[in-house]
């Protein structure tokens, strides 16, 4: 099938236009950003905009405040558009979304296309688009701006072995810096998939050489953590100290290791990248077996390496595999895209099926049947909603419920800045910082209605908020209270009977001021 290079540039877009009208579905329908990570990413937009580059968060855990603990990159975007434009943050993660998902899906398709030609690139963008687990490109979060440098990272690194020339993989080498100041887990990916191909170079193919690449690739990073580790010897020495005896994580909050463990079986798996990308990345490995070249053998590095990342648990990782699988999907597209390329291409030697009218008609399907899989995922009601699982079920986190906006907007009107919220619910805590400005306290576990007046006042807590969606279930009627953890925040349960006699559950010192179908505000009396 020819094309000129202009239909060639218009055609290869159509699948990044594809994703953008498809994402434009939740984002109109709904009237926040996707998912419950945006709200924490929107008040790290915030708290920059207001204090400028800082490390410590402080509208979280006040009085002493949380480590951010994460590259700033995406919160300087929100912001940054955010003054410029004059917009609300929310409002501005809200309208990104289908212009991250674009250049995502663009990146993805023109990777494919330099990997394997255009045909291949075009149908490795709408397999994209078909997946199940696409929905995650939609979100406004950090790691969906890293995904857009990823591909093309990869392809730079490949390109440079390929052609001999270091230059690409320095360019490479310059997309580590911005994803590592963008997102900590697709840092990890990419260096693993670059350090992968090199092991591939060494030992398939002995070439020592790769080894200049591996170094130029590395060299922009090296670079800036030394000029990072100068400045800081220079204008912060204190926290050279805190970082030998206390470590990264600990000082700054980085850290890519988590607590617990969320594994997908192998159905889970063909489920989330969907029927056709399946269907065409099994037939498009086939080929790419049989022919065995050397890109065939890096994309299959590059997936093999991302499953293996996936089952990080077999050696005592914690892993959320589910996290892993957009990484998955962006070699498993192109090498579908192959598969879909190779059909188009081998349909020639059948004369009843040879003719270009009857395989455009079969791209045409392909692209057609994608985006109407990606209509539907975007079209699922349940799309936009987040939950917080404990053994008791699952609470709302996101979209914010009608309640959880009055209960803001209550404390933009009333609240005294000055003063720290606790709440029974961190998740709703974070809304409230984010939408007020206003701190909160993490220190919920320790009051109870005989907590004294000094443990307010030294912790300058002047409020304190009960989520009445916090019922402990019948059979827990003995109980007053029960901390109950979920994936990010415990979450404190109360029995029914205390919300509707709320004098024996405050301090005497307090005052219910507002009350809502879900929350009871209590203010601490001067």
Excluded at 42 to 67: D, E, H
Aim: hydrophobic content about 50%; charged content about 15%.
């Amino acid at each position: 099938m020819y094309l000129s290079k202009t239909h060639q540039k218009l055609f290869l877009i159509l699948p990044a236009i594809s994703i953008f009208l498809i994402t434009l579905i939740p984002t109109l329908t709904h009237n926040w950003p996707l998912s419950w990570d945006v709200i924490y990413h929107v008040l790290y937009a915030k708290v920059y905009s207001q204090n400028g580059f800082v490390l410590v968060n402080p509208l979280l855990n006040s009085p002493i405040g949380q480590k951010i603990g994460y590259p700033p990159l995406f919160h300087f975007l929100i912001a940054a558009l955010g003054k410029v434009l004059d917009i609300d943050y929310m409002e501005i993660a809200r309208a990104i979304q289908p212009i991250i998902a674009f250049f995502v899906v663009l990146s993805v398709t023109y990777v494919a296309k330099r990997f394997y030609g255009t045909i291949t690139g075009i149908s490795a963008g709408f397999l994209m688009v078909s997946s199940t687990i696409i929905y995650r490109i939609m979100l406004p979060v950090p790691e969906n701006l890293a995904l857009i440098f990823l591909p093309v990272a990869v392809y730079l690194y490949y390109a440079s072995i390929k052609e001999k020339s270091v230059k690409y993989a320095f360019i490479s080498g310059i997309l580590l810096v911005l994803i590592a100041a963008t997102h900590q887990a697709a840092l990890l990916c990419l260096i693993l998939i670059i350090t992968t191909f090199t092991v591939v170079e060494l030992v398939i193919y002995k070439n020592k050489g790769v080894l200049k690449n591996y170094g130029a690739f590395l060299l922009s990073l090296i670079v800036i953590l030394v000029i990072t580790l100068l400045a800081i010897i220079i204008f912060k020495p204190a926290l050279i100290q805190n970082l030998i005896n206390q470590g990264i994580t600990a000082t700054l909050g980085f850290g890519t290791s988590l607590n617990y463990n969320q594994p997908l079986s192998l159905l889970k798996y063909l489920r989330n990248f969907g029927l056709l990308l399946t269907v065409f990345s099994v037939i498009g490995a086939i080929i790419a077996v049989k022919m065995r070249r050397k890109k065939d053998v890096y994309i299959f590095a590059w997936i093999i390496i991302m499953f293996l990342l996936s089952k990080a648990y077999w050696i005592g990782i914690n892993v959320i595999s589910a996290r892993v699988l957009i990484y998955m999907v962006i070699p498993l597209s192109i090498l579908g895209g192959f598969g879909v390329s190779q059909i188009y291409y081998r349909l020639k030697d059948y004369n009843r099926f040879s003719s270009k009218r009857f395989r455009s008609a079969f791209l045409i399907c392909v692209f057609l049947l994608s985006t109407l899989f990606g209509v539907l995922n975007a079209s699922d009601p349940n799309m936009g909603s987040y939950f917080a699982k404990t053994v008791f079920g699952s609470v709302q986190i996101a979209p914010p419920t009608s309640s959880e906006t009055d209960l803001s907007n209550w404390f933009k009107i009333n609240g005294d800045k000055n003063k720290s919220i606790s709440i029974s619910n961190l998740y709703t805590g974070v809304f409230i910082a984010a939408e007020t400005g206003m701190p909160i306290n993490y220190g919920f576990a320790n009051i109870n209605n005989l907590t004294p007046k000094a443990y307010f006042e030294s912790n300058n807590i002047g409020y304190i908020v009960y989520d009445k969606r916090l019922t402990l279930p019948p059979d827990y009627n003995t109980l007053n209270r029960y901390q109950a953890n979920s994936e990010m925040f415990p979450l404190y349960y109360y029995n029914k009977i205390l919300y509707q006699n709320i004098d024996k559950l405050k301090p005497n010192f307090t005052q219910v001021v507002y009350e809502n179908n879900d929350f009871i505000v209590c203010k601490i009396e001067d």
